[in-house]
């Protein structure tokens, strides 16, 4: 999936925002879709929201129902069961940031950077910034990234753990068809599993993610996929999932 408005920094405006909706919901039913990849063309990932589309005024109804319509992007990308990679081409800022945030795995190429400058606009971190940066950095580091509005590169983000690795422009989309091929060959529906129960598991008690593993693990007992595990594993061989 291609952020594709290259002239604007691939600035997120509300028909960007409905088409990668309608992408993700129907890679999600999809079951030839294993892993989504998001990037965006030319030489930024995302530059943020379309602030001349802001250039209004809004009530705080307008502003809340704004907003709850782009929240719907982000959920669908923390509940799919499927895995989605962000592959980070260049700056990914304000809403870019948070929706990079949002992927399973984030892969940056050393061009790219990070921020949460919504302050110089008076807004809120948005797209699920507060909830995700913290988990990713730490409460401290969060609050000094947004509340300073400082960008950082992308050796920065991978040392205080906000991306997964790094590696040079020339090498991403490469890097980026390694992993996804790579989690490709793992068993779909275990993946599935476990992403959400991850994704729940900072708002759980222990007992309720123990309960939530052995639902799990009865349904993964009764799939294909383990009982090809179990096979490969007696006869010392990888796994061929999803054959």
């Known amino acids: 999936m291609e952020l594709n408005i290259p002239e604007s920094l691939n600035a997120l405006n509300i028909n960007m925002r409905e088409e990668m909706l309608e992408a ?35 009530t705080p109804a307008e502003g809340r129902a704004r907003m709850q319509k782009v929240g719907r992007l982000i959920k669908c990308i923390n509940g799919m069961n499927k895995l989605v990679i962000a592959a980070v081409n260049g700056p990914a800022i304000g809403a870019g940031c948070n929706l990079a945030l949002a992927c399973d795995f984030i892969i940056a190429a050393e061009e790219a950077t990070f921020g949460q400058p919504f302050g110089r606009l008076g807004l809120v971190p948005d797209l699920g910034g507060l909830y995700y940066l913290p988990r990713r950095v730490g409460l401290a580091k969060a609050k000094e990234l947004i509340f300073t509005w400082q960008i950082i590169d992308a050796r920065e983000a ?35 599993l476990a992403k959400g129960i991850i994704n729940r598991s900072l708002e759980s008690t222990l007992d309720q993610i123990l309960e939530e593993e052995a639902y799990a693990q009865g349904l993964c007992f009764m799939s294909q996929d383990f009982q090809e595990g179990v096979r490969a594993f007696l006869e010392k061989r990888k796994p061929n999932f999803g054959q």
Do not use: H, Y
């Not at 602030?51 to 209004?56: E, G, L, P, S, T």
């Not at 906000?162 to 422009?169: A, C, K, S």
């Open 24 to 58: 993700l919901l129907a890679a999600e039913k999809d079951d030839e879709v294993r892993v989504v990849v998001i990037t965006g063309r030319g030489r930024a990932f995302c530059s943020g929201g379309d602030i001349k589309a802001m250039n209004k005024e809004f």
């Open 158 to 192: 991978e040392r205080i753990g906000l991306v997964n690795w790094v590696v040079p422009l020339s090498d991403l989309d490469t890097e980026v068809k390694k992993l996804a091929e790579k989690l490709v060959k793992g068993p779909a529906l275990a993946n599935g």
